[in-house]
């Protein structure tokens, strides 16, 4: 355990960065929403958006999260990373994420992103949130999602501007706040990750707003390629073959009602 109170420098961290799933070289439309969102954050912090894409021959699709808000893509491309697998996409998102620091990674709490979060949450000695609902870093604005969303007395939320980590006070105004459903739903409970970087939190699809796509925006938007090694020897897996369902399913995930 760390017990150290200033056990990270925080101030070598920057900017936000969203995991960009795709699968068969097609955007999930989670991703999209997570850029929406990732784009208030960025703003808020004063920091620069960036979409982390892996995959094989997959840079002809990153200009395309540029259109909603990305400034930078930063793609890892090599043939073993054509199809997901924990330990392949594990190991490049924490290798990545090591040599260039974002203060905040947020992923979408599919099948794919809940088992890749807490593995590189895990690598990365970082806290994450699971399934949240609710993102924030600006104060006024979280105070204000409290005072509509909470039954907290007004004294109580006006006093959030601190809060008491290893006995000392911690200003959070650079926090990312992560909200998420507790007990059952019954309740709501906000997380922060003041001590450790980058926060980490999974998204439900399905909850965030999707921005309108920009094209000029999309031309513009920056592509990095990173160095990063990758071989057979840090698999412990292999994808042998990838079998499509014989019928068309209704995805249930994109759906605005279920009866």
Request: glycine content about 6%; hydrophobic content about 40%.
């Amino acid at each position: 355990m760390v017990e150290n109170y200033n056990s990270m420098d925080l101030a070598a961290f920057k900017n936000v960065w969203v995991f960009c799933e795709q699968r068969q070289g097609k955007m999930m439309p989670t991703t999209f929403e997570l850029i929406s969102e990732g784009r208030k954050l960025a703003d808020e912090l004063g920091v620069n958006l960036c979409g982390l894409l892996l995959g094989d021959n997959v840079e002809g699709i990153a200009k395309e999260l540029g259109g909603y808000g990305a400034d930078e893509v930063i793609v890892c491309e090599h043939p073993l990373l054509k199809n997901y697998t924990t330990d392949a996409y594990a190991k490049v998102i924490c290798d990545v994420i090591s040599e260039m620091k974002p203060e905040a990674f947020l992923i979408g709490a599919t099948n794919i992103g809940r088992d890749l979060g807490p593995r590189c949450a895990a690598r990365l000695h970082t806290g994450l949130c699971a399934d949240c609902t609710h993102l924030d870093v600006d104060m006024p604005i979280y105070k204000d999602f409290l005072r509509s969303a909470s039954t907290l007395p007004e004294e109580k939320i006006e006093k959030m501007n601190t809060a008491k980590v290893m006995g000392q006070d911690h200003d959070v105004s650079r926090d990312l706040k992560m909200t998420r459903p507790a007990f059952g739903g019954n309740l709501m409970a906000t997380i922060i990750c003041p001590r450790f970087r980058p926060a980490m939190a999974t998204v439900r699809p399905g909850v965030m707003k999707k921005a309108p796509f920009d094209q000029a925006k999309a031309d513009a938007v920056k592509i990095t390629k990173p160095s990063f090694t990758l071989s057979e020897a840090d698999m412990d897996t292999e994808v042998v073959e990838v079998v499509k369902a014989a019928k068309k399913l209704v995805d249930l995930i994109g759906a605005d009602y279920i009866v």
